[in-house]
Every structure is written in structure tokens, then in C-alpha cells.
């Protein structure tokens, strides 16, 4: 039904995303913090795109999901850097669809995703920078990783699986 | 003889009528001098076990609810007044908008709330956002049918507060948990824990008087101004329904 990668992600994007971010199942959080969902989809189409391809759906991913939050930082830039990286990757490494790899991959995008936004944040709140090591930032960055980290396995999987046999 | 005699009239005073008469004349000047103090006394003593009875207590009670709603009313329409003459916020309990919340974010990096209700119902941005315990946060963005409500817990948002014992500003500022920092302008704040917290009076933004929270700790020596941290009274996490105060719009 759905013919190409393209296809994949636009419909993950615009039904599948949307749904997470906003219904947001208690049986998908740790500690009332969700997946990353961005960096789920992300980085199965990264690393079987180009670079061009996989920026251009890190721009779109990011300004989707942005709107879905309040309008301060952004996730666009980090998204942007880590399709890139990703799409390099592809270029200089075959194996990347075993399990774990996928998962550690994801874990890694997820923790720079969120050092992004917390340096954002703490650029354009100058009152987080009196102490910038907030127990908050680090309770939602562990928090995030380790949910992306265990759903990202099957989910990222199964896309990349999914575009590959596309 | 003479002993006789005084035997005689001792035991005619004794045995006349003289003393009826004359303590008689007692109780009835008594009576009249306290004004009945004692079968007023007594009387009510004889009533005490039975009034005020349960049904007199409710009468009293719906008496006593009455009155102070009476006075309610007259010092928030004198409020009202006085805060129009200062050119103040007014908080219109008259205006409110119910809404559900549909959707909650108030752990991850952004800290909101999404609402069933929207700008066809008449919410605009910046309204504030009040739930079960007091200001939760204001609306931050709007779309025909649903509102985003920024929670006070959220990193980097802002807002002015006060102390009410104290009569001290600060800015209150969420960092993420569920315990904002009040952030004082005054070197010295006189914060106690257990102090109150809420909106300031003197606010052009909010309505005045909203409760906030209670201060949980106090840092006097923080530099370069002292702060509290401020235990919320209504917890964003807890909240299913929420009341939205029509009067301070940015339009």
C-alpha cells in the first residue's frame, strides 16, 4: 500500500506521530516522560537516505513536532545535525541493523536532543543560568533515554526493515 | 420582769407576720432592683440543655452564611471600585470558562497542558489558567477548538508573586519541578516557611489574590537576591478540569 519511504514517513508523521505526542500512554512513559518520538522515526530513514533527503525530513520532523510544544527552542537544529551524522554513517558502515546497534544509536540522538534543548533553554532563560545543573534537566534526559532506548529497538527496527524491503 | 418582757416581744416578732412581711418587701425590691437577673437566669439555665436545638443551630448558621455573603458581596464590589480608581486588575469571578484537560505534558523538557476549549469559546492568549488549589499557569497559545496552557512549572516561565504577611515582590519562576522558585526583589525578604503565596495586588497582568502556593524553604543569603522555594497548592499532574479567568487578555 504504501510504495516508498517517502510515503512510510509521511504517514508516521502526520497519523502515527501526532497520536503518541498527544495521547501519550502512561504504558509508554518512565516517570511521566515520554520517547523521544523524533529521533524513533528519524533515524531509520537517515540511515537509508541521503543526506539531502534525511535533512530536508529533519526540518519538516522538527518544525511538525515544534508545533506540538510550547514555542521557545526548537527541535530542528539537533534533528538536523543528527540526520546528517546518521546519513554519514550509512555511508561508512553496513552493519547497522543489528538490534542493539539501533538502540544505542538512538539512545545517543535522544541524549543530544536533549542537551539541545536544555542548552537552549538556558540560553534564552537567563534565569536558569544562575544554576544551570538543574535535578530537572537531568531527571528528563535520563528519563528520555532510557524509554527511547527501549522502544526504539523494535520500533526503529521494524522501519528500517520496512524501507529496506521498499 | 424586764426579761420577761423582752421574751415577749421576741417571740411576738418572731411569730407575727413581721418577717413575711418584711422579707417579702426584700425579694420584691430585689426583684425589681436586678430586673429579674434571677428567674432570667434561672429560666435560661431550665432552657440550656434544649436550645439552640438543630433546627434553631441551621438557622443561625444559614443566618451567619447569609450575613457574610452579604459582606463578601460589599467589599468585592468595594475592591472592584477602589482597584478601577487605581487602575488595577479586576477579578471577575462572573466571568469563567470551564474546559477538560485533554492532553499533559508536565514532566518532559516542556511543561503544558492542552484544554478542550478554545478561541470559539472566547479564550485568548495570555488568559490565566486556575484549577482545583489555585493559578496553575496561563494560556500560551490558542487554536479554534483547544488552548495550550504553559504551566508555572515550566522552565524559564515567569510571573509576578507576592507574600502576603510580608508584603514582599518577587518573580516567581518555574524550574522544571513541582516546586517553582520565588525569586525576591528585596534584599530581605522575611519569608517564613508556611507563608502564603500568591498573585500581587498591585498586578497589571493577573488577577490579584489567586493563591499560588506555600513556601517550603527560604534562602535568605542566595545572591544576588534571596529566594523561595514554593510548594504549588494545585498540582498540574492531578488536574482533570480547569477554570479559565476571562479579564486579563492580550488581545
Redesign the interface.
Known sequence: MLKNNKNILIFLILICLQFCIITAPDWLKINGITPCWPVILLLPFSLRNSRLKSSIAAVWLGVFIDSFTIDDVSYVPSLLLLSVVWSTYRLHNKKIELFLNIGLMAILGTAFVGFSIWIQKIFFYSVLRNNWFHSWSIFVLISEVIITGLVAPFFSSWLLLTYKKN | MIKSRKQIAFNLLLRGRFWVIFLSGALLFGIRWSKGAGYLDLYSVLLKPILPGTAQREWIKEGDNVERSIRLKLLEEDNTRLRRALSLKDFNTGQRISAAV?????????Q?L?INKGSKDGVLKGLTVIGPGGLIGLI??VTPLTA?V?LLT???H?VGAWIDRTQHHG?L?G???NRPKL?FLNKNSLARIGDAVTTSPASTLLPPNLTIGVVKSVNEKALPSPYAIVQLTASP?AIDWVQILKNNAQK
Open positions: 485533554i492532553s499533559r505534558s508536565s514532566r518532559n523538557w516542556w503544558q492542552e500560551d497559545s495550550r504553559r515550566d522552565p524559564g515567569q518573580i519562576t524550574m522544571g519541578t525569586i499532574e
